[in-house]
């Protein structure tokens, strides 16, 4: 009886209750495979994201802090410029 209750606990995804802070989401997640941050359209970057959550198991505020990040500090891969918003 013990055991239904302990396999649905730990079934359930993993919650953060706290902030995390887009900067150190994205080193703490994304430097280890990706030594610089692409631009890419506000559409692919979310897929990319979305896509990156199931791969890295991130949670849902860690991808969001991530989709910031790379909102944020995004360089044209052509130039080497922050892209403007």
Known sequence: MLALPLGMTLAQPRKASKFIDPDDAYKNNCLR?????????????ETIVMHMRVR??????????????????????????????
């Open 33 to 45: 495979c990706h030594s610089s941050v692409q631009a890419y359209s506000p559409a692919k970057t």
């Open 56 to 85: 890295a198991n991130l949670t849902d505020q860690e991808s969001r802090a991530i989709l910031e990040y790379l909102q944020d500090n995004a360089v044209s891969a052509r130039k080497g410029k922050p892209v403007k918003k």
